[in-house]
């Protein structure tokens, strides 16, 4: 069992930008794949970001490339997104996920965290 931990979130200008933290407990994340996903009010839960265990497999949804880099620090056991130039589209609670391969599909992941609002003010 693993069990995700995210913090960092708040609010910010658009323009900003915020970390987002992602701990692990019980168990290392080191032989994890780990995801990033975030949900608007009455949107379904969507793809952000995910990095292989080994920090080198990288995928990003179309909307954030370029502004949100995910990365980890398996000594940490925490895996961490970069969120640059934040627009109010990137409004949501955001989750960070566990899982055996860099995936977009949250089905694909089996571990999940409690979420961090992140809110973007225009």
């Known amino acids: 069992q693993v069990q995700l931990a995210e913090s960092g979130g708040g609010l910010v200008q658009a323009g900003g930008s915020l970390r987002l933290s992602c701990a692990a407990s019980?168990?290392?994340?080191?032989?994890?794949?780990m995801g990033w996903f975030r949900q608007a009010p009455g949107k379904e839960r969507d793809f952000v970001a995910a990095?292989?265990?080994?920090?080198?497999?990288?995928l990003y949804a179309d909307s954030v490339k370029g502004r949100f880099t995910i990365s980890r620090d398996n000594a940490k056991n925490t895996v961490y997104l970069q969120m640059n130039s934040l627009k109010p589209d990137d409004t949501a609670v955001y989750y960070c996920?566990?899982?055996?391969?860099?995936?977009?599909?949250?089905?694909?992941?089996?571990?999940w965290g409690q979420g961090s609002q992140v809110t973007v003010s225009s």
């Open positions: 019980k168990r290392t994340l080191s032989t994890y794949a």
């Open positions: 996920a566990a899982g055996a391969r860099v995936e977009a599909s949250a089905g694909r992941y089996a571990y």
């Open positions: 990095l292989g265990w080994s920090g080198t497999n990288t």
